[in-house]
């Protein structure tokens, strides 16, 4: 006999044990061979091996279910764990879902909201390496942060590593008050806005302390191999050719790199040739690349954006 610890930090609880540990008396009821103790986010399986892998396949795939419908009730949980042979694996693929990514903080259903984002989480699923650009308020990099937070809530990988170039969008960050820290803080807001979306504030912060979750400008990517890594590197219009190229050559063992940039917002100094253009042009046709192209019509926030995109799209074509 053997005892194995499951660790289920990508749900709270309570929705998996019930109230009163409700749902986790039926889950016990197809487990009557496995000791089951369940405690905060960690349950406790004693029993033989084969057991236990049957029961933590089967845990997952109820946790599986409940991201992707944002319920699991007592007659779910029945039905799923009552499937055997090809009914199993039907059950298990209806649970997975392609378009709800996870379930932030107070019940917020993330989820793909347009075709192309959709596209991003089949690419993800695909490749190592992912570019998606496009225009402002498509979506990017609030769709990759969740991708990165679903990672490593089911421990595909060990960390997150958040970057951006600190190129100054018409700004100076020499003249803003305080440590290198306090400077660049509201510089990366937009990578932090999106986790504050997923994860719990204390959660999040513990995370950010124990170094599971790095935010930092992309010099400081220079010499890291990052290996076991979910790596985002935001606005990379703003890349030189060769910090692009230090970027992506970073890449350890088992790591999912996802590039967003949107070619039309480059703030580098005029004449400075865009690393993500060149890797772009390079990088096409390359196996386990792959690129996704968002447009206006995935345009998700206010609908003004969109107008206000368009136009100026359409001015600039007249110049």
């Known amino acids: 006999m053997i005892e194995k610890t499951i660790t289920i930090d990508s749900i709270e609880p309570v929705e998996i044990y019930g109230v009163n540990d409700v749902k986790l008396n039926v889950i016990k009821k197809f487990f009557p061979k496995l000791k089951i103790v369940a405690r905060g986010y960690s349950i406790k399986a ?11 396949k089967k845990l997952n795939m109820l946790v599986d279910y409940y991201h992707k419908n944002g319920i699991l009730t007592d007659t779910v949980i029945e039905r799923l764990l009552g499937q ?67 990672a490593l809530k089911n421990k595909e990988v060990k960390r997150i590593i958040l970057t951006r170039p600190a190129v100054e969008a018409g700004e100076n960050l ?5 440590d290198l820290k306090e400077k660049l803080d509201p510089y990366m807001q ?31 990517m220079r ?72 447009t206006t019509v995935d345009v998700i926030r206010h609908k003004l954006v969109k107008a206000i995109i368009e136009k100026y799209e359409g001015d600039s074509i007249k110049k």
Do not use: C, H, W
């Open 84 to 150: 055997t042979g090809d009914n199993l694996i039907k059950a298990k693929e209806e649970a997975i879902g392609t378009d709800i990514i996870l379930f932030g903080n107070n019940g917020l259903v993330i989820k793909a909201r347009t075709e192309n984002q959709k596209k991003m989480i089949t690419s993800v699923n695909k490749n190592d390496m992912l570019f998606a650009v496009g225009p402002a308020g498509t979506g990017k990099t609030y769709t990759a942060v969740a991708l990165a937070v679903k």
């Open 46 to 56: 004693l029993g033989e091996e084969n057991e236990i892998a049957i029961f933590e």
């Open 174 to 178: 020499g003249f803003l008050p305080g």
């Open 223 to 294: 010499g890291r191999t990052l290996d076991n890594a979910f790596v985002i590197l935001d606005e990379a219009q703003n890349t030189t050719e060769s910090q692009m190229k230090m970027f992506l050559t970073r890449m350890g063992a088992n790591a999912k790199f996802i590039i967003t940039g949107d070619p039309s917002q480059q703030d580098l100094p005029r004449n400075q040739p865009s690393g993500l253009n060149q890797a772009i042009r390079l990088l096409k046709n390359t196996g386990g690349i792959d690129f996704v192209e968002l």
């Open 190 to 220: 937009p990578l932090y806005d999106a986790l504050f979306d997923m994860i719990p504030l204390d959660k999040l912060n513990q995370m950010i302390e124990a170094n599971i979750i790095q935010i930092a400008p992309l010099a400081f």
